[in-house]
């Protein structure tokens, strides 16, 4: 039982354009949300989180989007440059300091 | 954020054996966990190491296959145990700090490969 999807296996941004890159989630219990970016022979490096408290939270060229009544968050990248080319994966967790639940990863290839 | 390292990087091991996995920390954390990623695949828990007592282990995970261990508050080890090919991923160890335990950090990851 997948509880946490990312069905866009792929994304491929013009530098320059905004990267969209989506998650759904079926457990109602999770209340806080991570995404992580993920470079090949390298852990993943966290990069922002929102609590279900929240719809919105915004760090740099980073944002998350929470749509609790959809089960649906995404993640806005804004504008996108080469270095942002990764695999990149939502993460859910009933409590902080919990397990996460990971999705598939999608990858964002940047290009020039 | 906490620094992590982990040890190996990688390795190559043969069917039946047995590898061990360290995760060093340079700072106290409350929870430390360990998560797999199989090729083409997602990271999975694995386990919560707990300071002091045993792992709690998650569905499909057994000690008998991935005993851990935490003696203190910045190291923990995981063995993959009677290695098969099956057991091919990476192996990552990931934090929760005292201050900020509102994220996980990841160490780098163990690259292993069964033959």
């Given amino acids: 039982d997948q509880q946490v999807k990312q069905n866009s296996p792929s994304l491929s941004v013009q530098e320059g354009r905004i990267s969209i890159l989506n998650c759904d989630y079926t457990n109602s219990m999770f209340d806080y949300f991570l995404w992580y970016k993920k470079y090949p022979a390298e852990g993943p490096t966290f990069l922002i989180s929102i609590s279900s408290i929240k719809d919105k939270n915004e760090d740099g060229r980073f944002t998350v989007f929470l749509n609790k009544s959809a089960k649906h968050l995404s993640l806005h990248i804004v504008p996108s440059q080469p270095g942002d080319s990764a ?16 999705g598939q990863g999608t990858r964002l290839t940047i290009n020039p | 954020s906490a620094v992590i390292s982990q040890k190996p990087s990688r390795d190559i091991c043969q069917r ?10 340079d700072s106290q954390v409350t929870m430390m966990f360990w998560y797999r990623q199989q090729p083409g695949q997602s990271l999975t828990l694995i386990a919560t190491a707990n300071q002091g007592s045993e792992a709690t282990y ?17 190291f923990s080890t995981l063995t993959v145990s009677n290695m098969s090919p099956e057991d091919s991923s990476i192996y990552l160890c990931s934090v929760e700090e005292w201050v900020a335990a509102d994220t996980q950090y990841f160490g780098p990851g163990t690259r292993l490969t069964v033959l």
Wanted: proline letters at 5%.
């Fill in chain 2, 58 to 74: 998650e569905s499909g995970f057994v000690i008998d296959k991935f005993p851990i261990s935490r003696p203190n508050l910045t």
């Fill in chain 2, 16 to 25: 039946g054996t047995s590898l061990t996995i360290q995760c060093q920390v």
């Fill in chain 1, 87 to 102: 695999v990149y994966f939502c993460a859910a967790s009933v409590r902080k300091a919990q397990k996460l639940v990971f």
